[in-house]
RNA sequence: GUGGCCAUAGUGAAAUGGUUAUCACGUCAGUUUGUGGUACUGACAGUACGGGUUCGAUCCCCGUUGGCCACCCCA
């Protein structure tokens, strides 16, 4: 990616050599900039800092040749979201830190090394939210949402902060969509939340995969993790370093290595579906039962594990079906939460979530040319010659607006050459021409940009033929 | 956070330790002050930044910044 454009020639050249004992004749058609201005004040501006202004690491400007995607992707989530029964929710960006740190869990990947921490202007310590789950529930607990009726179904769609070494599908600041159920602990609800990233999904085209375990309750996962650690111990000359350490720090962890030589162990290592509890066994049980009812796809996945000390019983993970489509195959995560809100100062109330990645979403549909909505595109082009006629075209643009029909010009040009090279390079099928002649005429030339044929209609009526010839207007 | 590769107009490429850094696409203007797609002419725009080596650096070296890749981890 180049750096943008730079400051202008002219000015540069102006106060780059403000002593200057010759100034060499400045070439034909340059702007001609007065020296005046710059030489008499050579103060800050004489020190040009070439050093250009960009982009912080790991931040991405959405360009409009992509706004394409992201609308596509927006209206998608928007219209899942709807057709659940989803309120709509937004949460600021910048939060208490403290949220984070009692929310994600104080040994987390993000909260050690990907949060953006700091003080305010008041030595208030905030955060940049990492994600929006914890923003939910506090907003949840913040607005009394337990006393709406239960469960409280909320969606969201913004952008993250995680301080990471960029790559692509991998960014600082990142956008999240999410859909969060609060209040209800059937498994009814962990299905529903899957089902709906399943469709995000395949509507689009996307294949994917759905990866699901269960991390039980924490009773299970200490039992759990005692076998585990007993288990690694037996074979600790066979693992990795890093395997040793995660087994101190954060023992399930290892199920997440990849090294060659301690997949074996792995493989053989106890799996924590073994030591849930009947009640979570249960659950897990039926959230796979509602799966295979409604025919989604799943792997059972025992070393998933996800990064977040929230998750309860059920997590997943949407990856990407090809293996070849680089290292960033994780395109969302979720699952159940049933001690957050608890943890952050509520009552006990179980809660799911999902949040997709957009980047990586749109980076699919890009990378397998999936088709999406059609662009609402411009019909027809007012091109006008002269200012009289250009009162007249603004007239008639306002009326194609007025009758719906999206029209496209550019007033502030002169020659009509010009004006139908704009129209033509856009693709418009139509073009209105008003000059002097159709001005007095009070008509105006329609021209069908495809095959050349123009005739000559009343000015008055222009928007209603151009109807009719676009099929807009349908037959009585 | 660790390691590696990379950086030339808006985009994609080319070139060189020595005048003015090349080409294509692009953008703007023009080739009859009333007609687009083709053609022609012209203009615009660049060696990321800072330092070092050198008589001389866009080229060699170091640093910074940024991108990409792998790991960590995840979205």
């Not at 208490?96 to 990947?109: E, H, I, N």
């Not at 159920?181 to 009814?188: E, M, Q, R, T």
Request: aromatic share 8%; proline share 7%.
């Amino acid at each position: 990616m180049a750096a943008p454009k730079k400051k202008p020639a002219p000015a540069k050249k102006t106060v780059a050599r403000p002593v200057a004992k010759k100034e060499a004749p400045r070439k034909a058609g340059a702007p001609f900039v007065k020296k005046e201005m710059t030489v008499e004040k050579p103060s800050v501006a004489a020190v040009p800092n070439k050093k250009q202004i960009q982009l912080l690491r790991g931040m991405k400007d959405i360009l409009p040749r992509d706004q394409y995607y992201w609308k596509a992707v927006y209206e998608k989530m928007q219209n899942i979201a709807e057709d659940f029964g989803f309120d709509r929710i937004d949460t600021p960006i910048l939060e208490d830190a403290s949220l984070f740190l009692r929310g994600l869990g104080k040994v987390t990947d993000i909260v050690e090394k990907e949060m953006y921490v700091f003080e305010d202007r008041d030595a208030d310590k905030v955060t940049l939210r990492p994600e929006a789950t914890a923003s939910v529930v506090r907003a949840y607990l913040q607005h009394g949402m337990w006393n709406q009726p239960q469960p409280v179904k909320l969606w969201y769609w913004g952008p993250m902060f995680r301080h990471e070494r960029p790559q692509e599908g991998r960014q600082r600041q990142f956008w999240q969509g999410g859909f969060e159920i609060l209040g209800d602990s059937s498994p009814v609800i962990d299905a529903m939340v899957i089902q709906m990233t399943y469709l995000l999904y395949t509507e689009f085209g996307v294949p994917v995969t759905i990866h699901i375990n269960s991390m039980g309750m924490p009773e299970d996962r200490t039992r759990y993790k005692m076998e585990l650690v007993q288990y690694y111990r037996a074979h600790r000359n066979e693992t990795c370093e890093q395997c040793k350490a995660r087994l101190m720090k954060n023992p399930m962890r290892v199920l997440d290595c990849k090294e060659e030589g301690c997949q074996p162990i792995k493989a053989n290592a106890p799996q924590i579906v073994d030591y849930l509890s009947n009640y979570s066994r249960d659950h897990f049980m039926k959230v796979l039962e509602y799966l295979d009812e409604l025919g989604i796809p799943y792997f059972l996945n025992h070393t998933l594990v996800r990064g977040l000390d929230y998750y309860t019983k059920t997590v997943f993970e949407v990856v990407t079906s090809d293996e070849e489509q680089g290292s960033q195959t994780a395109l969302c995560g979720g699952g159940r939460y049933d001690l957050l809100i608890e943890e952050l100062g509520g009552k006990p109330t179980p809660a799911c979530c999902v949040a997709p990645g957009i980047e990586r979403l749109i980076l699919q549909i890009k990378k397998r040319q999936l088709p999406l909505p059609p662009q609402r595109l411009p019909k027809v082009y007012v091109a006008q010659l002269g200012d009289l006629s250009r009162r007249k075209a603004m007239v008639l643009f306002a009326r194609l607006r007025a009758e719906g029909i999206m029209a496209d010009q550019d007033f502030s040009k002169g020659s009509l050459k010009a004006q139908l090279e704009s129209a033509n390079a856009k693709k418009i099928p139509f073009a209105f021409v008003i000059g002097q002649k159709e001005v007095q005429e009070g008509t105006v030339i329609m021209r069908d940009m495809d095959s050349g044929v123009q005739e000559t209609v009343d000015f008055n009526k222009a928007p209603q033929i151009l109807k009719r010839k676009l099929g807009l207007e349908k037959a009585e």
